[in-house]
């Protein structure tokens, strides 16, 4: 029995009086764009709250990171403020994964028990919340270890750009398929009004002015307010809401075929050999769902920053990143056997975006490609992909969510996962004297609030015995070093001396 998907509404600020809306609180902004969602969903399925309430069992929603509502008790308010009183509630935290991550619990409940009937939804405020310095300070705070990564500056920006450095240095993808890349992607979203970036193109000058390292503001997913409301039963429940008249005869719906997840240490520094959770996620829905790779005909790859779509969408696919790359450019990707297009409607760089929601971009997204989105993206395929992926990012690529879609009820059943190799854990234990080598750097241009000023470098180098350490890079005469122009990666040698307090990396000769 596959779980079914009955369609999707998303909110968006300019929804609403742009004087009315400046003056709600934060939390009535939220509770605004969270109702508003699930009362165009269920419009769209042709009933309303009292008439579907006697019928849901289940509450899945989201933490609003921005508010601060933290906790399965904010969820059960959410649930009963909306008139649905004692139902099973679900909280996620998964980060960006965590849209992927409550579609796969809804998809979960349901595969147990096929009478569930499961509202899932939620929404954030971010671009309202986040306007003072000290937001910015806090968001550092929260993805950054207090002891291995703040006292150099590292930012959340600085920190995957680490590993797009790294990605550039091992595969040779280039300064130029990144802006190639993440032109082709705003052009999509121009053209749609209910994007952030419509009818905003990109300039050169917003592409050579770097915040860290490559990534330039264009390159960096967008910060908005967002809410967004699925539903999600079986077939036989879709017709018993049908014949009881709750919802119209001519609902349609997609298949939930497969999900998966993999969580990898919180920090970037806990992360071994910078390995990622890409690939076990995705390996664990493909298995799930008894496909192969090569029968996905469309995808929404999580993009937060320009360099993770071609990184997760190789380890999705087992595809060299450079290849990955140079097909990106025409806004496709190989999943194996050929190549197939993703993110139409432009992504998180340009659609919206509210942190742990920004997901619901993805979502909305894919179903636009089935006719069961209320607002749909204006580009879409000529017909539905027979199955669609959509993926999810968390953390500085510490948790992966994969769902996947499909046309038609599959017939093939669920497989064993291959290769499910643990990832490890790196603690940093640096000493005075020993020594290693750089593995990847970047440069920090923007850090409002730090106690750091830029520009400065950070720089994640590696022991003899596979254990990494972040930290600024000096020279023996003790200037500090703020370009890596002129370093080698996977060659250039550092020692480990205390500066003002802290382990630093001095360069050697």
């Not at 398929?177 to 009818?199: G, M, S, V, W």
């Not at 190989?334 to 760089?349: A, F, R």
């Not at 969510?401 to 640096?430: G, H, I, Y």
Request: net charge negative; proline share 5%.
């Amino acid at each position: 029995m596959n779980p079914i998907l009955l369609g999707v509404a998303d909110t968006i600020e300019s929804e609403f009086d742009s004087e009315v809306y400046k003056n709600l609180s934060p939390l009535e902004k939220y509770h605004s764009i969270l109702f508003r969602s699930v009362d165009k969903l269920f419009g769209f399925l042709g009933t309303d709250r009292s008439k579907i309430a006697p019928y849901l069992t289940d509450f899945v929603s989201i933490e609003a990171q921005s508010l601060g509502r933290e906790g399965y008790g904010f969820t059960v308010k959410d649930s009963n403020d909306l008139g649905f009183g004692g139902l099973a509630c679900h909280t996620v935290d998964l980060g960006g994964a965590s849209v992927g991550g409550a579609i796969a619990e809804a998809h979960t409940i349901v595969k147990a028990n096929p009478y569930a009937v499961v509202l899932v939804a939620a929404a954030d405020v971010p671009k309202s919340v986040f306007k003072q310095v000290s937001d910015l300070k806090r968001l550092t705070a929260t993805v950054c270890h207090k002891d291995w990564e703040m006292p150099y500056g590292a930012t959340l920006i600085g920190l995957y750009s680490l590993l797009c450095e790294r990605m550039m240095f091992d595969t040779g993808v280039t300064n130029e398929d990144l802006e190639e890349i993440t032109k082709h992607f705003r052009k999509l979203a121009e053209d749609n009004p209910r994007a952030f970036q419509y009818q905003k193109p990109i300039n050169e000058k917003q592409l050579k002015k770097p915040l860290s390292g490559v990534y330039s503001t264009p390159m960096i997913a967008i910060v908005t307010d967002h809410g967004f409301a699925t539903l999600i039963t079986s077939e036989f429940m879709k017709q018993k809401l049908i014949d009881n008249k709750v919802i119209k005869k001519e609902s349609g719906h997609v298949y939930l075929v497969g999900s998966g997840q993999s969580a990898h240490a919180e920090y970037f520094i806990q992360k071994k050999d910078l390995k990622s959770p890409a690939a076990l996620a995705c390996e664990r829905a493909v298995a799930s769902s008894g496909l192969k790779r090569s029968d996905i005909e469309y995808a929404w790859i999580y993009d937060c920053f320009t360099g993770m779509i071609i990184h997760e969408a190789g380890l999705y696919f087992g595809v060299p990143p450079k290849d990955t790359a140079t097909s990106l450019r025409k806004g496709k990707i190989s999943n194996g056997t050929k190549e197939i297009p993703i993110n139409l409607g432009g992504g998180i760089l340009n659609y919206q975006a509210a942190m742990a929601l920004s997901g619901a971009t993805g979502l909305v997204d894919i179903v636009s490609q089935y006719g069961l989105a209320v607002d749909p993206i204006p580009e879409r395929l000529n017909a539905p992909p027979n199955v669609s992926l959509l993926g999810g990012n968390g953390g500085i690529d510490s948790i992966n969510t994969v769902v996947l879609f499909a046309k038609d009820k599959p017939e093939s059943l669920t497989r064993e996962p291959m290769n499910l190799n643990p990832l490890e854990v790196n603690v940093p234990r640096p000493k005075e004297g020993e020594q290693a080598t750089i593995l990847t750097a970047s440069t920090i241009y923007f850090n409002p609030g730090g106690e750091k000023k830029p520009p400065y470098l950070i720089v994640c180098s590696r022991k003899e015995n596979g254990e990494m350490v972040l930290t600024n890079l000096y020279r023996k005469d003790g200037s500090e070093i703020v370009s890596k122009e002129g370093l080698d990666l996977g060659k250039s040698k550092i020692e480990f001396q205390e500066r003002d307090g802290k382990i630093q990396g001095i360069l050697l000769d």
